[in-house]
């Protein structure tokens, strides 16, 4: 616990809150748009015990979730950790119980099951919003369903019965056009399972379709995307048996041989329509977008160009390599008529971008023209010195629009001693684009937290409104935005 302690005093920003706390009426510089009307729900990760092994990956971390309720030109702030059958059991031991990182051999023998490793969820990647409900998700265990209004946790979510995987991915997709959710988990069957368990879920949250196909190989599949036609199943270079899980390792390793696939479905086909596209080694962790095109499939992602986890150690041994630890926007095309399993890809910008981004709601599944996401311009200034010895070296000081069809980038800079997290778009208006760029930014001169509000079509400008709170916040996975109309909000 002392070796654990003094680490901690090392980490400066990102040391353990292990508080909830609810604040009304924030502190705000500029003025909140009126037409502002829902709520900026984060996920993320906190330490509620010091972890049993220290180098274990932050992911393993407990579940937080935050909100940001905006009403009549004020917003108020909630902040709880998400209650799991895991902390749960952590807090009436008073201690951490649990091992590595997707691994039940390595917990305490009080808690160990490998049989059922969905009970060791920490439910700390993405907030999501779905036929009236907001769920805290990640891919190794079920839903678990939040109280948008208190954020208190009513528990694991099976979709009525209808939900037979014994994981839940942490990024399904939501259709614009339907209302319908379109989600897997894979591992589905268990550990180092080659199971992947595709389901459409109804407007109403009901499951009305479930595909079974088997992958490649046991593999992270993070993410996915989704077109009108299609589902698309991305992944790379991470990989897993039960034997290393019983001879105590970290989950994921990384392996340079393995291939990168790209899976191609009908969205109303079978498993035997499912399309493996083969490439080259590289991390598919997130994507941005994609769409149908006759029968090709366009897919925008930001995949990088190796393991960007030093936490999941290469298999053969090396070590991590941060020069290839960067991501780009890049475009991929998937062409269903051609007898070769290769893809055809484009490097859209040559800077390395953060991999985690969005594009307009309203327009997921289709051909959008624009992405969002966070970057680290170099031309702009970090002053390291206010920033304190612990802030970063480097840090995310920009969001970017970045425009598909002119590649013109209108870039937001966040100050000079401030790191975005994710940002997330709010809709406004009838038009891809009009909306509101939101995120919270570290200001590590001042060890607090800020939520910027930014004019999506003119990013440029600068600030709309800043949300000021007077201590800093969890780290953040990912966000969301809930209109009004979506959630049964007050």
Same mark, same amino acid.
């Given at each position: 616990?002392? &070796? %654990? ?36 729900? @984060? ?26 309720? %905006? ?10 950790? +998400? ?13 951490? #119980? !649990?091992?590595?990182? *997707?691994? /039940? ?101 009901? +499951?009305?379709? $479930? ?23 991305? %992944? ?6 039960? $034997? ?46 994609? !769409? ?37 926007? @890049? ?30 709601? *309203? ?6 023209? !624009? ?13 390291? $010195?206010?920033? =304190?010895? *612990?802030?970063?070296?480097? +840090?995310?000081?920009?969001? =970017?629009?970045? &425009? ?15 790191? #975005? ?5 709010? /809709?406004?208006?009838?038009? $891809? =684009?009009?909306? !509101? ?31 000021? #709170? ?21």
């Amino acid at each position: 616990m002392a &070796d %654990f302690s003094e680490s901690l005093a090392g980490r400066g920003f990102i040391s353990p809150l292990r508080f909830e706390v609810s604040i009304d009426d924030c502190e705000v510089v500029g003025k909140i748009p009126q037409d502002m009307d829902g709520a900026f729900y @984060r996920a993320g990760y906190e330490w509620y015990y010091p972890p049993k092994f220290p180098d274990d990956a932050i992911l393993n971390a407990d579940g937080y979730i935050s909100s940001f309720r %905006f009403k009549g030109g004020k917003v108020d702030y909630k902040g709880r950790f +998400v209650n799991t059958h895991r902390i749960q059991k952590e807090r009436a031991a008073r201690h951490q #119980l !649990y091992g590595y990182y *997707r691994n /039940p051999f390595t917990d305490d023998a009080s808690v160990r099951d490998p049989e059922h490793p969905n009970l060791r969820t920490v439910a700390n990647t993405t907030p999501v919003i779905h036929a009236g409900k907001l769920f805290a998700l990640k891919e190794d265990g079920l839903p678990h369903q939040i109280n948008p209004n208190t954020l208190e946790t009513i528990g694991p979510w099976d979709f009525h019965g209808g939900w037979k995987s014994q994981t839940f991915t942490a990024h399904p997709k939501l259709d614009p056009l339907t209302g319908e959710m379109v989600a897997f988990g894979y591992e589905a069957t268990g550990l180092a399972s080659d199971d992947l368990f595709i389901c459409t879920i109804d407007r109403a949250g009901k +499951v009305r379709r $479930e595909v079974r196909v088997k992958v490649p190989y046991v593999s992270i599949i993070h993410d996915m995307a989704l077109t009108h036609r299609h589902v698309v199943i991305p %992944f790379s270079g991470y990989v897993t048996s039960m $034997e290393r899980l019983k001879a105590g390792k970290i989950h994921w390793g990384w392996d340079a041989t393995k291939p990168g696939y790209i899976g191609v479905m009908p969205r109303e086909g079978s498993a035997q329509d499912m399309r493996w596209f083969k490439g080259p080694n590289r991390c598919h962790m997130h994507t941005f977008n994609a !769409y149908s095109e006759g029968n090709k499939v366009i897919l925008y992602a930001p995949f990088w160009d190796s393991n960007f986890f030093p936490f999941f150690p290469n298999v053969d041994g090396a070590p991590f390599n941060p020069a290839k630890a960067r991501a780009f926007i @890049r475009k991929f095309t998937l062409d269903l008529d051609s007898s070769s399993d290769a893809w055809q890809e484009e490097l859209l910008w040559d800077m390395p971008v953060v991999d985690i981004g969005k594009v307009d709601p *309203r327009t997921l599944s289709l051909n959008s023209r !624009y992405i969002y996401t966070g970057f680290t311009d170099p031309q702009m200034p970090y002053d390291r $010195e206010r920033s =304190g010895p *612990r802030a970063p070296a480097s +840090v995310p000081n920009s969001y =970017g629009r970045f &425009d598909i069809q002119t590649r013109k980038i209108d870039r937001y800079f966040v100050g000079k001693t401030h790191g #975005l997290q994710e940002c997330t778009f709010v /809709p406004r208006g009838n038009a $891809e =684009g009009q909306g !509101y760029l939101i995120g919270v930014a570290s200001n590590y001169a001042e060890m607090r937290s800020e939520l910027i509000i930014a004019d999506a079509e003119h990013l440029g400008d600068g600030d709309v409104a800043r949300v000021i #709170l007077p201590f800093r916040l969890s780290s953040q996975v990912h966000g969301t935005w809930a209109g009004k109309d979506e959630l049964p909000l007050v």
